[in-house]
């Protein structure tokens, strides 16, 4: 079964940081450009992160440059979102998402698997 899987979400304080990781199962995240994502409640899905197939090129949505990095482990078939000086705007539920996503455009396709999200929940 070909699915991803995310963890690492969770409850922190306005300044706290999470690592969040995406996990694939049956099929291999080798070629595949991969992106982050996150839902807010009343709010549209939109785009935070992706990385391209090499790991050359990433992009960041604004609200986010210079405190997130997305980076891949090809060995590990793993992915990670380092989320830094968070604020509560953050809070949502993260998916990642991968196959037919274009980065840098942070685009996907109806090919897109996604995984089935963790709550971020920034708050004191």
């Known amino acids: 079964q070909k699915q991803l899987v995310e963890s690492g979400g969770g409850l922190v304080q306005p300044g706290g940081s999470l690592r969040l990781s995406c996990v694939a199962s049956?099929?291999?995240?080798?070629?595949?450009?991969i992106g982050w994502f996150r839902q807010a409640p009343g709010k549209e899905r939109e785009g935070v992160a992706c990385?391209?197939?090499?790991?050359?090129?990433?992009n960041y949505e604004d609200s986010v440059k210079g405190r997130f990095t997305i980076s891949r482990d090809n060995a590990k078939n793993t992915a990670y979102l380092q989320m830094d000086s968070l604020k509560p705007e953050d809070t949502a539920v993260y998916y990642c998402?991968?196959?037919?996503?274009?980065?840098?455009?942070?685009?996907?396709?109806?090919?897109?698997?996604w995984g089935q999200g963790t709550q971020v929940t920034v708050s004191s």
């Open positions: 990385i391209s197939y090499s790991g050359a090129t990433t």
């Open positions: 998402a991968a196959k037919f996503l274009n980065c840098p455009r942070l685009t996907t396709d109806v090919g897109t698997s």
């Open positions: 049956g099929f291999t995240l080798d070629y595949q450009g």
